[in-house]
């Protein structure tokens, strides 16, 4: 007997935030959803005497960026340091003595977790302290629009979909594994730059825990679910962070099982939440149906999955991935959040195998890219200045010796478009080896030239550089063995290998 898939987003559990603008597919448009009434606008968190274009200690106030449960956002200017940047100042208006002490620590204790992480994809903190009894928090200021924006400002496919949460998640395991918690990961709290960098923001709600990442975390002392959470919440609600005090912290539809429950929480609940907005995002509804609180929590901690819509373009493995994430049972999750990303991502022989390349090429280009990676982590296990020797690097993997191997090989066959083919591919070659020369210096310009950038970030950031060599290394050797079946792919796979630009942001 057939199971009917639920087709929309039922009306309780749409979003509020805007018009649904995007479609994931010809086939399944996400519904129309018309903008609910707007809360009535919060009182200033400012300290008095303090209005916009004004100041708060040192910075020059800009602009104010937004409002949350907890707090403003402001842009400012530090004249200090010469920058731009955003400050969040805690919202105490009602809180007195050891209530507002309470929650001045514990955004503190939120400054100094996200300042223990240097990751491309978590939001850089700068500063904390306090201005009139204000606690403030000064982080980078990331011109670009959340990722639930993103989504909806044009149709994304699945993979510009899974790419965008890849990186997400791999901000969310950085704190991870520094040992925190986020709590209330979830497209509002990550932001797309309009330079393409995505960065994890707000662990507001983040706690210190031990590096282990089954180490259980308290949940709020004061949050009581019974006490604090309505039954009958509407559809705003079910979407709202409740970070009020003396409530339930998190946003309902993210919530794993163990939030609802007022259990302990570890890194595994952050898994189920991205689990969720993954599941949403590709296929334009919520992975658990509800009218209301009790529905949604009843629906999250017995399971109740929806079975996600049939689309081809959605590899299995990914659909796996997302439901295994989503299981009531925390221990039968995936063990890390790395786990999970490295599901998530495409084997890297299946890359090749799309070329219908055939076992044997595939094969020897796996043998390759390991051996190649052995040599070049034995070799060089640290890429170290002069931020001039990219071109000394690409020696061997592509320059004129190489290229006339290309030409003779790819010449051999009897393809009529084999010259062509060369062409195109040698000018992509060629193009790439620009891109990724340009873009060694630059990451390495960074941290040893301009100071901007943390020797832990350089580090990562030229292993990404070498495993893209090493990738572009592996696939030129195929290439100058190329046979017919080789050259009639061989444009499209010099096309595929993966951008630089990932190894910058």
């Known amino acids: 007997m057939p199971v009917e898939t639920p087709r929309g987003i039922p ?15 010809e086939t399944m448009p996400i519904p129309e959803v018309p ?28 602009d104010v ?53 240097s990751h ?62 986020h709590r209330d990961f979830k497209p509002d709290n990550v932001l797309v730059g309009f330079d393409g960098r995505i960065r994890v923001i707000d662990f507001g709600l983040a706690r210190p825990t031990r590096t282990n990442d089954h180490t259980p975390l308290p949940t709020d002392d004061s949050a ?78 017995e399971g109740r999955v929806r079975i996600p819509p049939t689309r081809p373009d959605i590899p299995p493995r990914v659909v796996e991935a997302i439901l295994r994430g989503l299981d009531k049972d925390p221990d039968k999750r995936w063990p890390s ?10 084997p890297t022989v299946k890359k090749f195998g799309t070329l219908s390349i055939g076992l044997a090429a595939i094969a020897a280009a796996a043998i390759a890219v390991v051996i190649v990676l052995l040599v070049v982590r034995r070799s060089a296990p640290e890429l170290e200045p002069p931020c001039l020797d990219g071109p000394e690097r690409m020696a061997g993997v592509w ?7 290309l030409r003779t090989a790819f010449l051999a066959t009897n393809r009529s478009h084999k010259e062509g083919t060369l062409r195109r591919v040698s000018d992509e070659l060629d193009r790439y080896a620009q891109r990724w020369i340009s873009d060694r210096r630059s990451i390495c310009e960074a941290t040893k030239l301009r ?46 290998l993966p951008a630089t630009a990932q190894c910058t942001t």
């Open 11 to 25: 009306d309780a559990v749409k979003r509020p935030e805007a018009r649904a603008r995007f479609t994931i597919s």
């Open 35 to 62: 903008t609910p009434d707007l809360p009535a606008e919060r009182p200033s968190v400012l300290p008095s005497g303090m209005h916009e274009r004004g100041k708060l200690g040192r910075f020059d106030i800009l």
């Open 65 to 117: 960026l937004g409002q949350g449960g907890m707090g403003i956002v402001i842009a400012a200017y530090d004249p200090q340091l010469d920058r731009k940047v955003a400050i969040k100042v805690l919202r105490t208006r009602g809180l007195t003595g050891r209530r507002r002490e309470k929650e001045a620590a514990r955004l503190l204790r939120e400054a100094r977790a996200m300042a223990q992480l």
């Open 120 to 181: 491309p994809h978590v939001v850089t903190v700068y500063e904390a302290g306090e201005i009139e009894e204000r606690v403030y928090i000064a982080m980078e200021y990331i011109a670009g629009q959340t990722l639930r924006s993103w989504l909806e400002e044009q149709p994304r496919t699945v993979l510009e979909i899974l790419d965008a949460y890849s990186k997400a998640g791999r901000g969310l395991a950085a704190g991870h594994q520094a040992g925190l918690v």
């Open 224 to 301: 009581d679910v019974g006490e604090h959470t309505d039954p009958m919440m509407t559809s705003s609600q079910l979407h709202a962070q409740l970070t009020t005090v003396g409530a339930l912290f998190g946003t309902p539809i993210y919530m794993a099982p163990e939030q609802h429950q007022k259990e302990e929480l570890d890194a595994r609940a952050d898994q189920f939440a991205f689990c969720v907005t993954l599941y949403e995002a590709l296929y334009g509804q919520l992975p658990f149906k509800a009218d209301s609180y009790v529905e949604l929590a009843t629906a999250v901690t």
């Open 337 to 346: 959040m790395i786990a999970l990303l490295d599901t998530l991502s495409p």
């Open 399 to 405: 320059d004129d010796a190489v290229k006339g191997r």
């Open 451 to 496: 100071h901007e950038q943390s020797e832990p970030a350089f580090d990562l950031r030229m292993r990404c550089m070498n495993d893209s060599l090493v990738g572009m290394q592996a696939l030129v050797g195929l290439f100058a063995s190329a046979d017919a079946q080789v050259i009639d792919k061989a444009a499209s796979a010099a096309h595929e």
